[in-house]
């Protein structure tokens, strides 16, 4: 089980929201550019002035639950109120990529991560959206399988992003968290490819 499996309950929630920025004529491609340039300005701050001011890190988790709940929106906006589009499919897609290479990236300059691990990481984040999303390509569904998602990577660098802020460096074993990381990125991809594969082999 990964935080996906709790989208439901997210979305419930948001569910009176998104109804009053439809009225409002908000659209879902409005909201999924908005994360995506809310999440690269946050990204050029940290590469700019976190070298001064690691309190800027704590704007991380804050930020990337704010990202989840306007990515919910935009996707309740795009099922629920008529708004789908060939468009919108493309944005939600690579504005997630952009957002998590802008968001994560500037963990390179945080003791004791490796700048080039860090790199790695996102790279594996890449593929593993990529892995996801190729699945309706070979006739499966989108996949979201773990152990690490898009939820879950937020979750992680959130508390990471609480931690520098707070401490400005992390103690030399947390540099171990990116090899874990990437580690469960690549059996995330290995998980969704494979019963991508499965699914829709089983398919008539």
Same mark, same amino acid.
């Given at each position: 089980?990964?935080?996906?499996?709790?989208?439901?309950?997210? %979305?419930?929630?948001?569910?009176?929201?998104?109804?009053?920025?439809?009225?409002?004529?908000?659209?879902?491609?409005?909201?999924?550019?908005?994360? *995506?340039?809310?999440?690269?300005?946050?990204?050029?701050?940290? #590469?700019?002035?976190?070298?001064?001011?690691?309190?800027?890190?704590?704007?991380?988790?804050?930020?990337?639950?704010?990202?989840?709940?306007?990515?919910?929106?935009?996707?309740?906006?795009?099922?629920?109120?008529? %708004?789908?589009?060939?468009?919108?499919?493309?944005?939600?897609?690579?504005?997630?990529?952009?957002?998590?290479? *802008?968001?994560?990236?500037?963990?390179?300059?945080? %003791? $004791?991560?490796? =700048?080039?691990?860090?790199?790695?990481?996102?790279?594996?984040?890449?593929?593993?959206?990529?892995?996801?999303?190729?699945?309706?390509?070979?006739?499966?569904?989108?996949?979201?399988?773990? $152990?690490?998602?898009?939820?879950?990577? @937020?979750?992680? #660098?959130?508390?990471?992003?609480?931690?520098?802020?707070?401490?400005?460096?992390?103690?030399?074993?947390?540099?171990?968290?990116?090899?874990? @990381?990437?580690?469960?990125?690549?059996?995330?991809? @290995?998980?969704?490819?494979?019963?991508?594969?499965?699914? *829709?082999?089983?398919? =008539?």
């Amino acid at each position: 089980m990964t935080l996906y499996d709790l989208k439901p309950r997210f %979305q419930a929630l948001l569910r009176p929201l998104t109804g009053w920025l439809f009225v409002r004529g908000v659209t879902a491609n409005m909201v999924t550019l908005a994360a *995506a340039a809310g999440s690269v300005l946050l990204g050029l701050a940290l #590469f700019a002035l976190s070298h001064a001011h690691p309190g800027l890190y704590l704007l991380v988790p804050l930020w990337l639950f704010a990202r989840m709940a306007l990515n919910a929106i935009d996707g309740m906006l795009a099922r629920e109120h008529g %708004q789908k589009s060939s468009l919108g499919a493309y944005l939600n897609e690579v504005a997630d990529v952009v957002s998590d290479a *802008a968001l994560y990236l500037p963990f390179a300059l945080v %003791q $004791p991560f490796s =700048p080039a691990l860090v790199v790695v990481v996102v790279l594996l984040a890449v593929v593993s959206e990529m892995a996801g999303a190729l699945g309706p390509m070979v006739g499966a569904s989108r996949r979201y399988d773990g $152990p690490l998602g898009k939820s879950d990577r @937020a979750l992680l #660098f959130g508390a990471l992003g609480l931690w520098a802020g707070i401490a400005g460096a992390l103690p030399p074993l947390a540099a171990h968290l990116m090899t874990l @990381a990437a580690v469960l990125l690549a059996v995330t991809i @290995a998980n969704r490819v494979r019963r991508g594969v499965a699914e *829709a082999a089983a398919k =008539p």
